[in-house]
T-cell receptor, first 113, second 115 residues
Framework: EPEVTQTPSHQVTQMGQEVILRCVPISNHLYFYWYRQILGQKVEFLVSFYNNEISEKSEIFDDQFSVERPDGSNFTLKIRSTKLEDSAMYFC???????????FGDGTRLSIL | TQLLEQSPQFLSIQEGENLTVYCNSSSVFSSLQWYRQEPGEGPVLLVTVVTGGEVKKLKRLTFQFGDARKDSSLHITAAQPGDTGLYLCAGVDPGTTSGTYKYIFGTGTRLKVLA
């Protein structure tokens, strides 16, 4: 069964450094999402992406965050200058169309030192 | 942002017992999804409920969507240790204006089934 894949599984970065988290959504999916989950807390929406542009973003998704679909398969989340509070699991998800559920990757654990 | 409140937050039961997990909101949702998440993994979709009053069964799991589409429940019959995990409900934020659907997640119920 097709799945969403995320790399790396664990990223350790110094505070202030840039980090790029990568996702390969399911190939025929059209809508893409990033979520984060701070340890022990709920899953929080960051951003949705459709037709090569951001559709919605949360208050968490400030100017330090950006997303890109550089080719037909990858979907990336960039954090420009990481902060300690960016430490979390970051999940990518994708779906086909209206009323279809999202499928999640296994996440990238981001640790900011 | 509308909240999806889940209860109980934690549940520890013996193998063979039955349990019910609740997902409640003050807002109407067009549909709700239930996911199960295990440590170090992403949420895995269990079911989507769409119609008010709908009941769906997945083996020993029974999902119900409230008549008013503001709440949902997950009932597990004869729980097994393999059911252990974090159960999450999720739905499209009723305040979403675009067609891409911003999803919000519930607060989660962490279930532990003891052998």
């Amino acid at each position: 069964e097709p799945e969403v894949t995320q790399t790396p599984s664990h990223q350790v970065t110094q505070m202030g450094q840039e980090v790029i988290l990568r996702c390969v959504p399911i190939s025929n999916h059209l809508y893409f999402y990033w979520y984060r989950q701070i340890l022990g807390q709920k899953v929080e929406f960051l951003v949705s992406f459709y037709n090569n542009e951001i559709s919605e973003k949360s208050e968490i998704f400030d100017d330090q965050f950006s997303v890109e679909r550089p080719d037909g398969s990858n979907f990336t989340l960039k954090i420009r200058s990481t902060k300690l509070e960016d430490s979390a699991m970051y999940f990518c998800a994708s779906r086909t169309g209206t009323n279809q559920p999202q499928h999640f990757g296994d996440g990238t654990r981001l640790s900011i030192l | 942002t509308q909240l999806l409140e889940q209860s109980p937050q934690f549940l520890s039961i013996q193998e063979g017992e039955n349990l019910t997990v609740y997902c409640n909101s003050s807002s109407v949702f067009s549909s709700l999804q239930w996911y199960r998440q295990e440590p170090g993994e992403g949420p895995v979709l269990l079911v989507t409920v769409v119609t008010g009053g709908e009941v769906k069964k997945l083996k020993r799991l029974t999902f119900q969507f409230g008549d008013a589409r503001k709440d949902s429940s997950l009932h597990i019959t004869a729980a097994q240790p393999g059911d252990t995990g974090l159960y999450l409900c999720a739905g499209v934020d009723p305040g979403t204006t675009s067609g891409t659907y911003k999803y919000i997640f519930g607060t989660g119920t962490r279930l532990k089934v003891l052998a």
